[in-house]
């Protein structure tokens, strides 16, 4: 079949909380722009998300809320198999075999581990090992690229080491895969804090949520933190909030930074928010309303993650059988 020659493509989200216009900028949109390019493999990350305490009471819904914003973004199962990862066991396997080649120092060293521990005394073992579970995500698959925020490219560049040591020790067995980078918008900033990356779990005022009413959108637009100078201007080093809003503004009209800063030649910081305001919701609307109709055909969402689920554990046992050989456990008995 022609759909099995094409190459294949693996990404996934955190079931951490609301989905924001930075997961729908860096990642979600690649992720619709490729599925007909490639053979998507896209998943809802439960496994990670728990390297943060949850509720328990929250995270089925929360990941489920994560399935319904990947359909209502234009993510089609026919094109895309879409799955949760915890029900790929695959994933904690082929993770746990990878953490058994992967140097302390090389997790101790992630950016993302530093900045997600930096605040806290008892550090868990979940967040430093992370990075090796991810490698797990995407190696189980043997992809050639994977779609990302900017701010995984360093765990990125950790699978292609670990793919290298595996391979080296054990014989030739997995692709070292590339980090596909949005041109622009790869790193949408947080709106109260220009320096910071926009995240899920971070305080709610710093990211747009999908899902987020039209008053939420316009209070968070409007108490966005703005630079000095009251140019409308593009320049990341002296206006970083500023610059943060227009690709913010660029990426959801579909404009040119060039264009909206000629549009804007003495205007305000408010008017300019206040149209950003109008931007976004325009942009987002569609999504809510198909969100609303997939929430409410739950019984159809769950086969398509049953569906998902099972051709990824499909493909992801073909690797898993063949890693179990080389790593040189006893073959399962029957
Ligand atoms: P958390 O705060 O729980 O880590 P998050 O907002 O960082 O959540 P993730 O689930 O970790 O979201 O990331 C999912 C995808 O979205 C990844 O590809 C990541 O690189 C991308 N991404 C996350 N935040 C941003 C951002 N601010 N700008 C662009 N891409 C982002
Ligand atoms: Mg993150």
Not at 85 to 109: A, D, F, K, M, Y
Not at 309 to 332: D, N, Q, S
Request: a positive charge; aromatic letters at 8%; glycine letters at 6%.
């Amino acid at each position: 079949m022609a759909e099995n020659r094409k190459q294949i493509a693996v990404s996934g989200i955190q079931a951490s909380g609301n989905l924001h216009i930075g997961n729908y900028i860096g990642a979600i949109k690649q992720f619709v722009e490729l599925q007909d390019k490639y053979n998507m493999f896209v998943f809802v990350a439960d496994l990670h998300a728990i390297t943060v305490p949850q509720d328990p009471k929250k995270l089925g819904a929360q990941t489920l809320d994560a399935v319904y914003t990947y359909l209502a973004c234009g993510l089609d199962p026919k094109k895309t198999t879409i799955f949760i990862q915890s029900h790929v066991p695959q994933h904690t396997e082929l993770g746990w075999i990878l953490n058994t080649i992967t140097p302390l120092g090389e997790l101790e060293r992630m950016t993302q581990f530093k900045d997600k521990t930096k605040d806290q005394t008892s550090i868990l073992a979940g967040l430093l090992n992370y990075p090796t579970l991810m490698a797990a995500d995407i190696l189980l698959y043997n992809p050639i690229a994977v779609p990302v925020g900017e701010d995984q490219v360093q765990h990125l560049e950790l699978t292609r080491t670990l793919a290298r040591k595996f391979n080296s020790r054990f014989g030739e067995t997995f692709k070292e895969p590339k980090a596909l980078i949005q041109k622009d918008g790869a790193r949408i900033m947080a709106l109260d804090d220009p320096i910071k990356k926009m995240s899920k779990s971070g305080n709610a005022n710093n990211f747009i949520g999908l899902l987020d009413s039209e008053a939420e959108i316009r209070r968070k637009i409007k108490i966005a933190v703005t630079d000095s100078g009251k140019e409308i201007k593009y320049d990341p080093a002296t206006k970083p909030a500023i610059s943060n809003l227009l690709i913010i503004y660029s990426q959801m009209a579909g404009l040119d930074i060039k264009e909206i800063e000629k549009k804007y030649v003495g205007k305000s910081y408010s008017e300019f928010k206040a149209d950003l305001a109008e931007v976004v919701l325009r942009a987002l609307k569609p999504i809510q309303e198909k969100y609303n109709k997939f929430a409410k055909d739950k019984k159809s969402v769950l086969q398509i993650l049953r569906d998902g689920a099972a051709e990824a554990r499909k493909v992801a046992e073909t690797t898993m059988e063949g890693v179990r050989a080389k790593v040189g456990f006893l073959e399962a008995l029957q």
